[in-house]
């Protein structure tokens, strides 16, 4: 697989048309020439309905955002809905893990639905933020998190702007957890230290390096992730892409 078949769009990139028309919304994505899309919410769209559209589109349904809540309140739907449309990954998107003990009911929560997302053919993940790269005690709550969390075989799916706010190098935690690192987030910064994302290439992070080092560990997809817009925000993503496929063209991968 090329690193061009490896490019997903979160979808939450563009909330505010997905809000209004999802289905036409993942038109516009696939328009564009995405091929791959990672989901932040459906819509309330019938499963069956939403994988006749990814088929018509050719858009491979990689993988999907969901909530705590979502894991625990009734997680066979999640997982039957999610086996439908053909998800690979499902991805834990936000937890509180400001003390030790937030840190372990993440854990567990995660490590007990796990064995059951496994059996249904998918894997399941966690998507940081910045709090992640607080410390507890010695340790970044994230680093214990994948630690509690490794038996059960969840992977990381690193952000790399996140981990840059928090004036950290995301190469490194790339290295660390290697193979674990199923997905990377590549969201760009506009300015340093500020919470201000751009389009991919445009911004301050060196995404040549990250994206070659996540080949190298065998990462399988680099998802586009973008929250704040001078421009519409579909032309915005449509740069992203274009950016990247120049970065690997220039990178011969």
């Known amino acids: 697989m ?6 997903a769009l979160q979808l939450y990139s563009v909330k505010e048309e997905t809000g209004k028309d999802f289905l036409g919304t993942l038109e516009k994505v696939a328009a564009i020439g995405y091929r791959n899309v990672e989901f932040a919410g459906f819509f309330n769209t019938p499963a069956d309905k939403l994988k006749d559209t990814l088929d018509r589109l050719s858009l491979k ?13 009734d997680p066979d739907s999640l997982i039957a809905y999610h086996k439908t449309i ?19 009911d993440t854990a567990n929560v995660l490590n007990d639905i796990a064995p059951r997302i496994r059996e249904a053919g998918m894997e399941l993940g966690y998507h940081n933020h910045g709090h992640e790269f607080r410390k507890i005690g010695d340790r970044y709550a994230i680093d214990i998190l994948l ?11 690193f952000d790399v ?14 290295e660390r ?14 300015t340093p230290g500020e919470r201000h994302s751009t389009e991919i290439g445009n911004g301050i992070i060196d995404m040549k390096r990250i994206i070659q080092k996540g080949l190298e560990i065998g990462t399988k997809y680099f998802i586009v992730e973008q929250e704040n817009f001078d421009k519409p925000c579909i032309d915005a993503c449509k740069i992203s892409l274009n950016n990247l496929m120049a970065m690997a063209e220039q990178m011969n991968v």
């Open 177 to 190: 957890y290697g193979s674990r690192c199923r997905m990377i987030h590549l969201r760009d910064m506009k």
């Open 86 to 104: 053909g998800t690979e990954y499902i991805v834990l998107a936000w937890s509180k893990t400001d003390t030790l003990e937030d840190v372990k």
């Open 61 to 73: 349904p990689v993988s999907s955002h969901v909530s705590k809540d979502m894991l625990l309140n």
């Open 2 to 7: 090329s690193f061009t078949d490896r490019i």
């Open 161 to 174: 702007f996140w981990i840059r706010y928090a004036d950290l190098e995301p190469i490194d935690f790339i």
């Open 147 to 157: 630690e509690l969390t490794e038996n059960a075989g969840i992977f990381a799916q």
